[in-house]
Nanobody
Framework: QGQLVESGGGLVQAGGSLRLSCAASGRTFSRYSMGWLRQAPGKEREFVAAIDSSGGTTYYADSVKGRFTISRDNAKNTVYLQMNSLIPEDTAVYYC????????????????WGQGTQVTVSS
C-alpha cells in the first residue's frame, strides 16, 4: 500500500500564486505517472495536470495551460504543482493521484488518491 499527502493549499487573492506538494510514501511512486486533479463545489472532479515517471513529459488541462506547472522530485518522492495567475475559477479541492498503468488525462484511470488540499482564490 501507499500514501499520498497533499499540502500547500490556502486562501489567495486573484493573480496570486500557490505551490502544492504531494508527498508519497509506502510505495515506489517514482515508478508511476502522477497527476493533480481538482473538484470545485457542485462540480465533478476534473483533470488538471499529469507527469510521467521520469518527469520528461507533462500534460495540462486547457484551463490551466500556461499558468500551472507540474514537476516531481523522485529522490524526495514528491510531486509539485506550481500555480500562478490564479483566478476564482481555480477554487477547488486539489488532489494528488497516481496512475499505475500509464499517464492518463482521465480521472477514472487514477488508482491512488490523497485526501486533498483546499485552494480558495478570492476576487
Amino acid at each position: 500500500q501507499g500514501q499520498l499527502v497533499e499540502s500547500g493549499g490556502g486562501l489567495v487573492q486573484a493573480g496570486g500564486s500557490l505551490r502544492l506538494s504531494c508527498a508519497a510514501s509506502g510505495r515506489t511512486f517514482s515508478r508511476y505517472s502522477m497527476g493533480w486533479l481538482r473538484q470545485a463545489p457542485g462540480k465533478e472532479r476534473e483533470f488538471v495536470a499529469a507527469i510521467d515517471s521520469s518527469g520528461g513529459t507533462t500534460y495540462y488541462a486547457d484551463s490551466v495551460k500556461g499558468r500551472f506547472t507540474i514537476s516531481r522530485d523522485n529522490a524526495k518522492n514528491t510531486v509539485y504543482l506550481q500555480m500562478n495567475s490564479l483566478i476564482p475559477e481555480d477554487t477547488a479541492v486539489y488532489y494528488c493521484a497516481a496512475d499505475l498503468h500509464g499517464t492518463s488525462l482521465r480521472v477514472s484511470d487514477y488508482d491512488y488518491w490523497g485526501q486533498g488540499t483546499q485552494v480558495t482564490v478570492s476576487s
